[in-house]
């Protein structure tokens, strides 16, 4: 049986079989997703995107180009993969010792951002809404809507959901510019205000 496909793959892109890819997805030139990966709907996989076998993509994820997504990584919805960024599976390789095994995991958290050039070492979880600045290396786990920035990556503040720098006020509530939703800084942690 012949399933009607829902997505867009340009004719240079390599889709393998036993992929399960959403409704409305765009994978563009030179890209390959490999088997039994699965992406959402919505999804944008610009030029030269490599995903790895049982990689998974949430919904409405946007891989920028020149981007490989190794075994390992789980990127839940909403999430901005920046430009040339860089994910990692193992900690310590060695083109002569086969670690295949060994991939460790890296979850990415809904809304969150990844700047041009940044490195994620494997193993270290991004928190949702955390923002990583271009060319940051994360060598630890990030905490939701954090601003991490520099080699190693330092938290330098926190970042609203819309992308904004937040600034708190002497009860530590931040109130978002363009949303004006409330945040709430307790115990060195964000948390976004529901009432």
């Not at 958290?109 to 979880?125: F, P, R, S």
């Amino acid at each position: 049986m012949n399933k009607e496909i829902k997505y867009y793959a340009h004719e240079t892109a390599v889709v393998d079989a036993d992929c399960q890819i959403g409704e409305g997805t765009k994978i563009w030139h030179f890209s390959h997703v490999m088997s039994h990966s699965v992406i959402g709907k919505n999804c944008n996989l610009g030029q030269n995107v490599l995903v790895s076998p049982d990689v998974v993509l949430g919904d409405n994820v946007k891989v920028q180009n020149n981007v490989s997504i190794y075994t390992g990584v789980v990127c839940e919805d909403d999430v901005f993969l920046g430009p040339s960024m860089v994910f990692t599976n193992v900690t310590n390789p060695r083109s002569g010792v086969n670690r295949r095994g060994q991939y460790e995991k890296t979850l990415v958290k809904k809304g969150a951002t990844i700047g041009a050039n940044a490195t994620i070492v494997c193993g270290h979880d991004i928190g949702e809404f955390a923002f990583i600045g271009a060319g940051a290396v994360i060598t630890k786990t990030v905490k939701a809507y954090a601003l991490m920035v520099g080699n190693p990556a330092k938290q330098l503040g926190w970042m609203s959901e819309y992308g904004h720098r937040l600034h708190f006020n002497d009860e530590g509530i931040a109130i978002c510019p363009e949303s004006k939703a409330t945040y709430q800084l307790n115990d060195d942690e964000v948390k976004k205000n529901t009432e």
